[in-house]
């Protein structure tokens, strides 16, 4: 979420859905593996982790509308966003992918399982929830309206950079990321979290999913991982320590380890099953 490429920045490309038009960059080689950011951030803010996953897989890092280079909307529900990733597949010619979102991201990569399950054969969910909502929820959610309300992008900016970091060196470099964000694209994709609410859906999830949260999140409390991980019929819930909600930036090799071998277990069992015995 707060820097650029650590190895080299592949060339942009770009898929049209209407007016807007997505921006996405796609890097190493293997099964595709779509990457959704969290809100404020963009695709390139992947970069503590992709040089370990890009060896195994086709990396797709998606700018989500509104955000890095993707063009400004008029509609930022959830449900717009997963039309745009699937926009960037049928662009890109991908039939299935692996797909991983954090926060804002897995709402995102969640509904895009839930709308379009063929797409998607296997998930990464990271700190993120079916419905948001927890005790001090609201006195928090209440004072990041009010900035977003009333302040500038430089106030929320602060505000959501000391939430994620305590290192003071790691919150300069987020709040220089996180304020060059459009006001009042960030409003509105706040307003589509909070209306967001798949948890009668997750039933309807085909993919084996991962359910990958760190224990010190302070955004998005453990009684969310739990209920996914709960309500989606081929999950399992693994916990990463001494993280909080900026967990492949706070832990990233501990992350690309556990992705990995997620994804590595879900290859081997789908090929198992459509491989003829004997």
Not at 18 to 40: F, K, N, Q, T, W
Not at 84 to 112: N, R
Not at 169 to 185: E, I, P, T, V, Y
Not at 202 to 207: K, N, P, R
């Amino acid at each position: 979420m707060i820097g650029p490429f650590s190895f080299y920045s592949p060339p942009s490309r770009y898929a049209r859905v209407s007016d807007v038009r997505i921006h996405y960059r796609v890097l190493g080689a293997g099964e595709p593996l779509v990457m959704l950011h969290g809100l404020g951030s963009a695709g390139s803010d992947w970069f503590p982790v992709t040089p370990g996953l890009a060896p195994y897989y086709r990396l797709v890092l998606v700018d989500l509308r509104g955000h890095g280079q993707s063009s400004l909307a008029r509609d930022y529900s959830i449900a717009a966003m997963a039309r745009d990733v699937k926009a960037v597949l049928d662009a890109e010619g991908i039939g299935q992918t692996h797909v991983l979102g954090l926060s804002l991201g897995g709402c995102v990569a969640l509904q895009l399982a839930i709308a379009a399950p063929a797409r998607v054969m296997g998930l990464v969910l990271v700190n993120t929830f079916a419905r948001l909502r927890h005790e001090g929820m609201w006195r928090r959610r209440l004072a990041r309206v009010r900035y977003a309300a009333l302040g500038s992008m430089d106030d929320l900016a602060r505000l959501v950079a000391g939430s994620l970091f305590g290192d003071p060196a790691a919150q300069a470099l987020a709040f220089d990321r996180l304020r060059r964000n459009d006001l009042g694209a960030i409003r509105r994709c706040m307003m589509a979290v909070a209306r967001f609410d798949v948890r009668r859906q997750l039933s309807q999830i085909t993919a084996p999913t991962l359910v990958l949260i760190g224990d010190r999140d302070r955004t998005v409390p453990r009684r969310c991982a739990d209920e996914l991980a709960a309500g989606i019929p081929h999950a399992r819930l693994q916990v990463i320590a001494d993280a909080g909600h900026a967990l492949p930036h706070e832990q990233p090799e501990a992350f690309t380890r556990a992705v990995l071998a997620f994804l590595a277990a879900t290859s081997e069992t789908r090929q198992a099953t459509v491989e003829p015995a004997g």
